[in-house]
């Protein structure tokens, strides 16, 4: 199994710019989290799917940060528009059917993103 | 107050030593927790999972103590392949959250 996988690695843009992020989950797992790593914040949920469906959009900073995914192998994440502030690691992560509790996280490399 | 607190470190230890590393957590309805290790510019990974009062493996253990709401993870015999970051992790209501990590870094 190739794992969670994510693109694109790194982004550089300029703020104002719509920037996409993607991810690819495990086969068979249900469950699909959107995190973001910062030095000063750690790693922070921003949201995560069920089935395909947001279960919990808590963590999503504001209304420039939407996430969706229309089917149970795709999932994309998007800041429109960018700003300096959201440079960060972005993380995916997958968990299988069973894991109740979502324990066991398969976390994709992650996206590195700079917006100048 | 951070819902997981953790010591950031760095913990800088000689080859060969015993280290431990303590995180607290504030949601007494936490359920089970978790360590996972995240190296430098890589994706966290898990480690172990600790549901009652402790789990050992291999040359790590990590304990539970729910009277103090503190967890520990103990490593005997530090590798050089230690040196990472240690993410505590507790699970309350089917969510995961994260503390902000302690970084080891192990000396030959």
């Known amino acids: 199994d190739a794992g969670v996988i994510q693109s694109p690695r790194h982004e550089v843009t300029e703020m104002g710019q719509e920037v996409t992020l993607r991810c690819k989950p495990i086969s068979g797992h249900n469950s699909l989290f959107w995190y973001r790593q910062t030095m000063m914040r750690g790693l922070e949920l921003l949201i995560y799917f069920n089935n395909n469906v947001p279960i919990d959009d808590s963590g999503m900073p504001e209304d420039r940060f939407s996430a969706k995914m229309p089917n149970a192998s795709f999932s994309t994440l998007k800041i429109q528009p960018s700003e300096p502030r959201d440079s960060a690691v972005y993380f995916c992560?997958?968990?299988?059917?069973?894991?109740?509790?979502?324990?066991?996280?398969?976390f994709g490399s992650g996206t590195q993103l700079s917006v100048l | 107050r951070k819902e997981v607190e953790q010591d950031p470190g760095p913990f800088n230890v000689p080859e060969g030593a015993t280290v431990a590393f303590n995180c607290t957590y504030s949601n007494s309805a936490s359920q089970s927790f978790f360590w996972y290790r995240q190296d430098c510019r890589k994706e966290p990974k898990l480690l172990m999972s600790?549901?009652?009062s402790g789990n050992e493996d291999g040359r790590f253990t990590a304990q539970l103590n729910r009277a103090s709401q503190y967890i520990s993870l103990l490593i005997r015999d530090s590798k050089l392949s230690d040196s990472a970051t240690y993410l505590c992790v507790n699970n309350a209501g089917n969510m995961l959250t994260f503390g902000g990590g302690t970084r080891l870094m192990v000396k030959p």
């Open positions: 600790v549901y009652s």
């Open positions: 992560a997958s968990s299988y059917p069973g894991s109740a509790t979502n324990e066991k996280l398969f």
